[in-house]
């Protein structure tokens, strides 16, 4: 009886070791797609395991018929997508007691106006104006306008989108506001459809010298 089963075993790792020597490793190139987990696991149900990309290549490895099919997804999948459309929406935000004519904040601010107060104590925020501009991924993005009579313009020297589609994220390079002879400059990392405080400066004002504070926030468009 236990020669019986030696034999049945040493038959399985036989066979197993033959499956083995059967499986062959190919290297294929990459351009467009981002090796994921998503991706692996569609390649594990073909019996086919991927590696980590190296210089644009991935190893595939399994039977020979698998890795043809495996190579073969790659290949439909690996094609270069258009740049998403992006929308970049700011708020230049006064914080005066001498607001004039000014417009209240539009309620989708309130979370910020509420940031505002409770970091700076602004307790009168007002909108000095507000801008959209419409860019895509990898290209730059500016507008401009008359405003409190003088002139604003904001700029940004390139978008980069990134992250899976439910969470996308969005860089924003070399943000410049220029608006009544003040400046605020910086890159941005922000969640799509993010309000975000990018930063204060002074201007001068009916009544002396108020707080100037840019709002940012960035959407991925999907159409």
Not at 93 to 108: F, K, Q
Not at 157 to 180: K, Y
Not at 205 to 221: F, K, N, T, Y
Request: aromatic share 4%; proline share 3%.
């Amino acid at each position: 009886m236990n020669r019986l089963i030696a034999r049945i075993c040493l038959g399985v790792l036989m066979s197993a070791a033959c499956v083995r020597a059967q499986d062959v490793q190919k290297l294929v190139e990459v351009k467009h797609i981002q090796p994921n987990q998503e991706l692996r696991n569609l390649l594990d149900v073909l019996g086919v395991h991927m590696s980590d990309p190296v210089g644009g290549f991935v190893a595939l490895k399994g039977s020979k018929d698998a890795v043809a099919a495996a190579e073969e997804v790659l290949h439909k999948m690996d094609v270069e997508k258009p740049a998403e459309d992006v929308e970049i929406m700011g708020w230049l935000v006064v914080a005066s007691a001498h607001g004039g004519d000014l417009e209240t904040l539009p309620a989708s601010l309130e979370p910020v106006a509420k940031q505002l107060k409770t970091a700076f104590g602004y307790s009168d925020l007002r909108l000095l104006t507000s801008f959209a501009v419409r860019t895509r991924a990898g290209s730059n993005g500016h507008a401009s306008g008359l405003v409190g009579g003088d002139f604003y313009a904001f700029s940004t020297s390139r978008v980069d989108v990134g992250g899976e589609s439910a969470v996308r994220t969005l860089r924003l390079n070399n943000v410049h506001l220029d608006c009544h002879k003040s400046q605020i400059q910086m890159d941005l990392d922000m969640n799509d459809g993010q309000k975000v405080v990018i930063g204060k400066t002074s201007m001068a004002w009916e009544d002396g010298v108020a707080p100037l504070i840019l709002v940012l926030s960035a959407h991925v468009v999907s159409e």
